[in-house]
């Protein structure tokens, strides 16, 4: 079994849609939560990141974290074509500062806003 | 933009070859991390530097190698290369080394061994 788990979509949506992305996970050592976005081509992006349980909003876009039933979503509201992308989650454990951290991503889902 | 350059965008190349990738962070950022993209791996981290020294190993093999010199560029050298390393490699910066730090990847590298 994977640590991360992300369904690879694709995922399409008509234009304006709340769009739904979400990850599973095995370990509970992890603490940090990411999600980025991905452009054909690009480099990924970070988009939000969330520190244990809870919600955290940035304009359209809202990160959810659920610890207990080891969840994470990403919840895109009024979506544009411009969002079409794949889209990451990332989760941390460790301490970065330390060197002992360990940084595993979803395969990333595949989304399309139809305009 | 992120202000992160990778050198070369495309490298094709032979089983059993080396290559070397360059990454230059953006300014004034001191750590340097180097990512894997497959089909069938998705992303993966491999090795992050900071301001010079080897901070953190992920799944990076033993063929691997990497360094940052003084003036905060790196390189990530891939040696003995098989099939199965061909990839995007992706160089990532950021400021400091600190569990917060935003990283800003580059553009990457695609690398195909044939």
């Known amino acids: 079994q994977k640590e991360v788990e992300q369904d690879p979509g694709p995922l399409s949506v008509p234009e304006g849609a709340i769009v739904s992305l979400n990850c599973t996970y095995s370990?509970?050592?992890?603490?940090?939560f990411m999600w980025y976005r991905q452009y054909s081509r690009k480099g990924p992006e970070l988009l939000m990141y969330?520190?244990?349980?809870g919600n955290k909003e940035d304009g359209r876009f809202t990160a959810q974290v659920d610890k207990s039933s080891k969840y994470i979503s990403l919840f895109i509201r009024d979506s544009q074509p411009s969002d079409s992308a794949t889209y990451l989650c990332?989760?941390?454990?460790?301490?970065?500062?330390?060197?002992?951290?360990?940084?595993?991503f979803g395969t990333g889902t595949r989304l399309k806003v139809l305009a | 933009d992120s202000g992160v350059t990778q050198t070369p965008k495309h490298l094709i190349t032979a089983t059993g070859q080396r290559v070397t990738l360059r990454c230059s962070p953006r300014?004034?950022?001191?750590?340097v991390y180097w990512y894997q993209q497959s089909l069938d791996q998705g992303l993966q981290f491999l090795i992050q530097?900071?301001?010079?020294?080897?901070?953190a190993k992920g799944n990076i093999l033993e063929r691997f190698s990497a360094q940052q010199f003084p003036d905060l560029h790196s390189e990530l050298n891939l040696s003995s290369l098989e099939l199965g390393d061909s990839a995007l490699y992706f160089c990532?910066?950021?400021?400091?080394?600190?569990?917060?730090?935003?990283?800003?990847f580059g553009p990457g590298t695609r690398l195909t061994v044939l």
């Open positions: 990532a910066s950021s400021v400091a080394s600190t569990t917060t730090d935003t990283q800003y």
């Open positions: 370990n509970s050592a992890f603490q940090y």
């Open positions: 969330t520190y244990s349980s």
């Open positions: 990332a989760m941390m454990r460790g301490a970065r500062t330390s060197g002992t951290y360990k940084y595993i």
């Open positions: 300014s004034g950022d001191l750590s």
């Open positions: 530097y900071y301001n010079g020294e080897e901070r």
